[in-house]
T-cell receptor, first 110, second 115 residues
Framework: DTEVTQTPKHLVMGMTNKKSLKCEQHMGHRAMYWYKQKAKKPPELMFVYSYEKLSINESVPSRFSPECPNSSLLNLHLHALQPEDSALYLC?????????FGQGTRLTVV | AQTVTQSQPEMSVQEAETVTLSCTYDTSESNYYLFWYKQPPSRQMILVIRQEAYKQQNATENRFSVNFQKAAKSFSLKISDSQLGDTAMYFCAFMKKNTGNQFYFGTGTSLTVIP
C-alpha cells in the first residue's frame, strides 16, 4: 500500500467555521507533511512532523493548527480562515529519499 | 538556501515526439537528491524520476530520462514518445540528504501533449 489518503476531497467553509482536514498513511513512514498549493504554483511547505513531533513550522498563521495523533494520521485544524486561504492542501509522507503525496483537499473559504 | 529554477512556464509537444524540460538549482550542499514530480489535473503529485547527486550515471525510467550536470547544477527531464497522459504540471525538486525530507520545489512547467 503506497497510498496517502486525504479527506475530504473538497471543502467549502465560512470564515467563522471550524473544520479539519485528515491525512492517513499505512506505509510506516515517520515523517508527514502539510503543503499549501495555489493554482499553477508549486507546493509551499507548512508543517513537518517527524516521529509524531512537530519539527518544522514555516511561520504558518495560528488559524492553522496541525495535529499528529499517531504515526499514521495527520490532521490540520482550521479556524477563522480568510478567503486568501483558499487553496489545495496536500499531505505527504516520506521515508528515506522519496515522498508520497495525497490527492489533496480543495479548500474554498467564503 | 536552496533555490530551484524552471525557466519554461509552459511547453507543448506533439504526441510521439520528444520534449526536454529544464531545471537549474543552486546549493552549496554536496549530498542531495533531485526529483521530477508530475501533477496531472487529478492533482496528485506523482514521482517521475529521482537522481542522487553522488551518482554520475543519469537516471532513467522507461520513457523518462534526465541529463544531470552536477558542475553546472542542471537537471533536465527528457520525455520520449510523448503520450496524451503526459499532459501535466512538472515540478523539479531538490532535497538535502538527512534533513527530514524538506523539498524545495521549482515553479513548475505546464506541459501539453497535442494529439
Amino acid at each position: 500500500d503506497t497510498e496517502v489518503t486525504q479527506t475530504p476531497k473538497h471543502l467549502v467553509m465560512g470564515m467563522t467555521n471550524k473544520k479539519s482536514l485528515k491525512c492517513e498513511q499505512h506505509m510506516g513512514h515517520r515523517a508527514m507533511y502539510w503543503y499549501k498549493q495555489k493554482a499553477k504554483k508549486p507546493p509551499e511547505l507548512m508543517f513537518v512532523y517527524s516521529y509524531e513531533k512537530l519539527s518544522i513550522n514555516e511561520s504558518v498563521p495560528s488559524r492553522f493548527s496541525p495535529e499528529c495523533p499517531n504515526s499514521s494520521l495527520l490532521n490540520l485544524h482550521l479556524h477563522a480562515l480568510q478567503p486568501e486561504d483558499s487553496a489545495l492542501y496536500l499531505c505527504a509522507s516520506s521515508q528515506e529519499e522519496e515522498a508520497f503525496f495525497g490527492q489533496g483537499t480543495r479548500l474554498t473559504v467564503v | 538556501a536552496q533555490t530551484v529554477t524552471q525557466s519554461q512556464p509552459e511547453m507543448s509537444v506533439q504526441e510521439a515526439e520528444t520534449v526536454t524540460l529544464s531545471c537549474t538549482y543552486d546549493t552549496s550542499e554536496s549530498n542531495y537528491y533531485l526529483f521530477w514530480y508530475k501533477q496531472p489535473p487529478s492533482r496528485q503529485m506523482i514521482l517521475v524520476i529521482r537522481q542522487e547527486a553522488y551518482k554520475q550515471q543519469n537516471a532513467t525510467e522507461n520513457r523518462f530520462s534526465v541529463n544531470f550536470q552536477k558542475a553546472a547544477k542542471s537537471f533536465s527531464l527528457k520525455i520520449s514518445d510523448s503520450q496524451l497522459g503526459d499532459t501535466a504540471m512538472y515540478f523539479c525538486a531538490f532535497m538535502k540528504k538527512n534533513t527530514g525530507n524538506q523539498f524545495y520545489f521549482g515553479t513548475g512547467t505546464s506541459l501539453t501533449v497535442i494529439p
